[in-house]
């Protein structure tokens, strides 16, 4: 039976072993998942134990932590060198049986490289990682669970998780992970399980942002507020994980069935929240923070499938109704300054460093990272996002005053040749962009949003 061997040193990972050991054990059965401290039992000959159950694993996780690298023992001679060190040998020997080989990297280390490892180790700077933090173990967990299905779909058996199995009844009797089943979804003629499982996903979000999960009323002092404001944010990031993985996925794959699903979608979560009384207008503000994650989302997954003319309609075609009656474009409810202000977003703890505004484009650009990853690669993203970012701005400048600049912006005068010569396919009047609408459907007017792109950069960075 395939299983996951899970190797981390004592001292080093405890926290994200046990993590990613309960998390597989309780999606793959703990049958699947050797995990030394627990799957010895007492008496046993650990050595043989250990080296039996890699020849039953198809893959070793190597939990890395800060201290991995270097630790040594009572003697000061670093541990990874000597051949009887035990997070060693079972790495070599998981090579040796042909086992894959997955470094996990914990609370944002730097990839490991050749020059950091003993000659038997070098092989593992080569092998592509996933990354783990406690910050954001919610998304990076499932995320580590649909790779190994997708890696060894054989992990996963209707024994392990029946009423998942029951669920979503996979056509050869196999459980599969929720992003698996959705991939699979949008290759059937017929769209509607797509559509029953964003809503699905959808709805159990919205159920967790309320008033009484996230209040609006209450005010904290000025040293009290960026430590209180990033734990929000980073609640709104874990509650919409599941939703925006399958939102992305689907967007990504061009699809236009889905066109109506993707912005009924917005829709719903950018309903006017409703005003308490006390409100603070940080928190409120902050409530379109799911809202703009998902609009992210779309308008990433739709530049990177060529899908521009569903980021017109999303951002300039779809509107909210306010309690006056006003109609306010999605384009400029969302600016990024409405939804956290820039003097807060560089004061957020983890945030600290970054330029006012740049900061929460940056976090957006971090978080939806992980959202994108086996969906697009980081190249592929890290583009897609900054093309985003440069469509968004031009269509705010034409549309109006100019409100809010991504973190693409502050590079313009260095490379403003490359991000422009990249979107000028996307911008003359064949272009999708122009074709649905966008800039009236005229060049010039694009030439004139530029211009003004251009001197809004040098006015704020220079």
Known sequence: MPGVFVNYRTGDGEWAAALVKRELSARFGADQVFYASQSIRLGEDFSREILSGLRRCEVLLALIGPRWV??????????????????????????????RVIPVLMDGIDPLTEADLPDALKRLARCQYLRIHHRSDDLDLPRLVDELV??????????????????????????????????RALTEPVGQ??????????????????????????????????????????GYEHDLAPLLRLVAIGVRSGDRR??????????????????????????????????????YVIGVAAVEAGREDLVHRLLCQTSVIGADGRSTPVLRLLALRNVVDPRHAAALPAWGGTPPHQALSVQLRQVLSRVFFNVVDGSAFEWAFADYEFLR??????????????????????????????????????SALLRAGAFGGDPERVAVAWRELRQATRARYS
């Open 70 to 99: 270097g630790a040594v023992d009572r003697e000061g001679v670093r541990r990874l060198d000597k051949a009887d060190d035990w997070v060693r040998r079972e790495i070599t020997e998981a090579f040796q049986y042909g086992l």
């Open 150 to 183: 997708e890696l060894v779909p054989e992990l996963v058996t209707a024994k392990a998780a029946p009423a998942v199995a029951r669920e979503h009844r996979p056509a050869e009797g196999e459980l599969r992970s929720t992003v698996t089943e959705f991939r």
């Open 193 to 234: 399980s797509v559509s029953e499982r964003v809503q699905a996903a959808a709805a159990a979000v919205l159920d967790l942002l309320t008033e009484a999960r996230y209040p609006t009323s209450g005010h904290l002092d000025d040293r009290e507020l960026p430590a209180e404001l990033e734990k929000r944010l980073t």
């Open 258 to 295: 889905h066109d109506d699903l993707w912005i009924m979608l917005a829709e719903r979560f950018l309903r006017p929240s409703p005003q308490h009384r006390g409100a603070q207008d940080v928190w409120v503000n902050a409530v379109a923070y799911p809202a703009l994650l998902l609009v």
């Open 393 to 430: 701005s031009l269509l705010e400048l034409h549309d109006g005053a100019f409100s809010s600049l991504g973190e693409f912006a502050v590079r313009l005068d260095r490379v403003d040749d490359v991000i422009y010569e990249r979107n000028i396919a996307r911008l003359n009047a064949d």
